[in-house]
């Protein structure tokens, strides 16, 4: 399924055949965690900002409207109308950070909705269950986010167990990917790194889950409160361990510069909601660098956000008008703005990917790194 074209040094040049079309990487994955875009952009408007691959969440969508009812409406393909790869992220992640009260055991997890109290319980199974319903592309396995900074002892029972848990996933996605009720029986499975920052501990855990044979690699529980620098560390650390024929997947990073600096290290997946998210409060990712739309020097700046942006609002829009709309709390505003962001993203992903292609990553990274973090 993974095709691994090229490499220059650790970064990689990769196409990941699914049933739902095959994705170019190394690619960025745009966040739609409820089955929508935050900032009211549509499934069918993600193809015009060249976005390959979407991404929602188990745990919000087994919440509202509940995973049942998106199996009776065909599956998220159809119930969000994409017909392109969909990742769906465990729930793993929300459940430690949104639930106040939980309660771990083997089994899974116990703990309460944040949105209205009322109990629950996720362990494997049912992640695999749900995301079996939301009939997504690839499903990730359940895992356990541990807090940062961790204490070591714990963070070795934690990874054993993301380990156990991964072995239960694998074995739920076999049996449901028989059912005759399945929508989507070709559904792929990711593994999940965990282990901290301690590099020998996902090291160990990086070894055990790739003898599994998962159709791709996750590295979970960072960009979480550690350093950049740990980060980065952590990802040379594991990467040699990762299968080379297999996707490596960066979860929830990063800025441009984390992700120029991930693909330089070997990473072929991303996603966050930095864009989208900071979008809506007026902060835009140009090609010379960072800008507040809501600065006054803005107020009669009649050029585009990005005089070097092909992206529908870019082709249509001043940062005068741009600037107005956020300061008038129109809902227009944010619209305008992930849409440029998310462009943004995608764009840049395909910039790298040309630069693989051409073997010329390295004065790619090195042109482009401290342009893109750069304030205007």
């Known amino acids: 399924m993974f095709k691994l074209i090229k490499k220059q040094g650790a970064a990689r040049r990769g196409e990941f055949k699914t049933v739902h079309g095959t994705v170019q990487t190394p690619v960025f994955m745009n966040v739609g965690t409820a089955a929508a875009i935050k900032g009211a ?11 390959q691959i979407e991404l929602s969440n188990t745990y919000h969508l087994h919440l509202r409207p509940g995973d049942d009812v998106v199996r009776d409406m065909g599956g998220l393909h159809k119930f969000m109308n994409w017909n392109k790869p969909i990742l769906t992220d465990s729930g793993g992640f929300q459940v430690f950070s949104l639930a106040k009260l939980r309660n771990i055991k083997e089994e899974g997890v116990y703990f309460s909705s944040h ?9 494997p199974e049912e992640s695999m269950q749900i995301q079996s319903n939301l009939a997504s592309t690839i499903a990730m396995a359940f895992d356990e986010c541990i807090e940062n900074p961790c204490a070591k002892d714990y963070a070795k029972s934690s990874s054993d167990r993301t380990i156990r848990w991964l072995k239960r996933c694998i074995a739920e996605m076999k049996r449901l990917n028989a059912l005759d009720t399945t929508i989507n029986k070709s559904q792929l499975l ?6 901290g920052t301690y590099t020998d501990i996902r090291i160990e855990n990086m070894k055990k889950i790739a003898d599994l044979n998962t159709d791709g690699y996750a590295i979970g529980g960072l960009a979480v409160g550690e350093t950049t620098e740990e980060m980065y560390q952590i990802i040379e650390a594991v990467e040699p361990f990762m299968p080379v024929d297999k996707p490596r997947y960066l979860m929830g990073v990063g800025t441009p510069v984390n992700i120029l600096e991930a693909v330089d290290r070997g990473v072929d997946f991303f996603d966050c909601v930095m864009p989208s998210r900071n979008a809506r409060h007026g902060t835009i990712f140009t090609s010379n660098g960072i800008l507040n739309i809501r600065n006054a020097k803005y107020e009669r700046d009649d050029t585009p956000l990005d005089e070097h942006c092909d992206c529908p609002t870019c082709r249509s829009f001043s940062k005068a008008y741009i600037r107005h709309l ?11 703005a992930v849409i440029h962001n998310l462009y943004f993203y995608n764009n840049m992903m395909e ?3 040309n630069a693989l292609d051409n073997d010329c990553f390295d ?6 790194i401290d342009i893109l973090s750069r304030r205007i």
Do not use: H, W
Request: hydrophobic share 40%.
């Open 115 to 123: 949105i209205d109290g009322r109990k629950i319980f996720m362990g």
């Open 363 to 368: 004065t790619y990274k090195k042109e482009r």
């Open 41 to 51: 952009v549509s499934a069918p408007e993600l193809n015009e900002i060249k976005c």
């Open 190 to 195: 990711f593994g999940i790194n965990q282990g």
């Open 326 to 336: 956020f300061k008038a709390n129109e809902m227009l505003a944010m619209r305008l």
């Open 351 to 353: 910039e790298i990917r």
